[in-house]
């Protein structure tokens, strides 16, 4: 039980805080304030609630569709991009990470979401795999930085922020930037796209199965279009490379209008 001089000990003290200044209570331990209690208390209603009018449900794909159509070039589609609020990833990543390499490119890569390292720089494909991707793509003379659109490529990923540990995308966030990427390729135009790894084909042909999907010439995006086996997936099994050679022979066979 409280005594009197606790009482007059801690009014004291309190006395002393506001003299001081203080003007909010605050606890040794910081609380933090977005955490929904578990139960909040319900209050006691002794008459008719006013109900609160229902917030409008947020339809963030028709929101997205609507801010890409808006889009009438790259840099408005960035502005767009960067502008969108419904994808919680963008509160977790430091940059927006939009595009690199030439846009009057015939092929246009699509991969998958940036990383720790494209987080940073803001730029696709920068880390590992994207040093693994920039010799591919050596091989077959191209080079994300030439001006000649014949050997240059544009890249893009589906989605434009990094996702906590890079985890696996969540459907309802594919669906929610894919208007996104939809302008962006009608935008870049390209003649071909590539599409790397499976979040790419889930994103742009509805499915998965990277392993036979690959190789085989599809259509994506109302473009004609080449699945392929992920760098990062490359690097983890370097024995699929015999795969990826091959199907960067036929992209540069198609290019070279020979398919
Ligand atoms: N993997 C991707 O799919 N995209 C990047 O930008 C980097 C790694």
């Known amino acids: 039980m409280e005594s009197a001089s606790d009482y007059h000990h801690a009014k004291a003290l309190l006395d002393w805080q506001i003299e001081l200044g203080a003007t909010e209570a605050i ?3 910081p609380v933090n304030r977005y955490e929904v209690p578990e139960k909040a208390e319900k209050p006691v209603v002794t008459q008719a609630p006013v109900t609160a009018p229902k917030a409008a449900k947020v339809d963030a794909v028709a929101d997205a569709r609507a801010l890409a159509q808006a889009a009438g070039d790259l840099e408005a589609l960035r502005a767009a991009m960067a502008a969108f609020e419904h994808c919680e990833l963008k509160r977790g990543a430091r940059n927006l ?4 390499g030439n846009p009057a490119a015939r092929v246009m890569i ?3 979401a940036p990383g720790r390292d494209e987080d940073r720089e803001g730029r696709p494909f920068v880390g590992r795999a994207g040093q693994l991707l920039d010799k591919m793509l050596a091989a077959i003379d191209m080079d994300r930085k030439a ?3 014949e050997r240059a490529v544009y890249i893009t990923n589906v989605l434009p922020w990094r996702p906590p540990q890079n985890r ?3 459907p309802e966030e594919i669906a929610m930037l ?8 009608a935008l870049v135009k390209p003649q071909v796209v590539v599409l790397m790894g499976n979040i790419s084909c889930q994103a742009g042909l509805g499915r998965r199965g990277i392993t036979k999907l690959r190789g085989t010439w599809t259509e994506a995006y109302g473009t004609p279009c080449l699945p392929m086996f992920h760098p990062a997936y490359l690097l983890r099994s370097p024995g699929a490379k015999r795969e990826a050679w091959a199907d960067l022979l036929e992209l540069q066979a198609r290019l070279r209008g020979a398919t």
């Open 27 to 29: 606890g040794d331990l």
């Open 178 to 185: 894919l208007p996104f990427v939809e302008r962006h390729v």
């Open 147 to 149: 001006e000649d659109a």
């Open 168 to 170: 696996d995308p969540k």
């Open 97 to 100: 990470v939009f595009a690199d």
């Open 110 to 112: 699509i991969g998958e």
